[in-house]
Nanobody
Framework: VQLQASGGGLVQAGGSLRLSCIAS????????MGWYRQAPGKQRELVAA???????IYSDSVKGRFTISRDNAKNTVYLQMNSLQAEDTAVYYC???????????????WGQGTQVTVSS
């Protein structure tokens, strides 16, 4: 199983970016998909997550600005980030909770991270 994240970059404050994360490989089913971020010197934190049934949760710091969505047919999760602020600068990681074809257990897989830099 592999997760490929993309969409990061450099943007001015107030701008927008859209992150994507594609899960591929020996996947039986996917449960929760989410995005985390880690800024320099800080712990990794949850940004947003979406369940298989479409229930979404957001951190307080991004509510109203970020939108998480998923395309189950494509095993893909998205993060639309609007009104970006300098405090959003971080490496963003996707995490997918899934059952691989070779196991009956729910396992967590992480993407490689994509850098988001917001200039003020």
């Amino acid at each position: 199983v592999q997760l490929q994240a993309s969409g990061g970059g450099l943007v001015q404050a107030g701008g927008s970016l859209r992150l994507s994360c594609i899960a591929s490989g020996s996947i039986f089913s996917i449960n929760t998909m989410g995005w985390y971020r880690q800024a320099p010197g800080k712990q990794r934190e949850l940004v947003a997550a979406i369940s298989s049934g479409g229930i979404k949760i957001y951190s307080d710091s991004v509510k109203g600005r970020f939108t998480i969505s998923r395309d189950n047919a494509k095993n893909t999760v998205y993060l639309q980030m609007n009104s970006l602020q300098a405090e959003d600068t971080a490496v963003y990681y996707c995490k997918v909770n899934l059952v691989p074809t070779y196991s009956r257990s729910l396992l967590d897989y992480w993407g490689q991270g994509t850098q988001v830099t917001v200039s003020s």
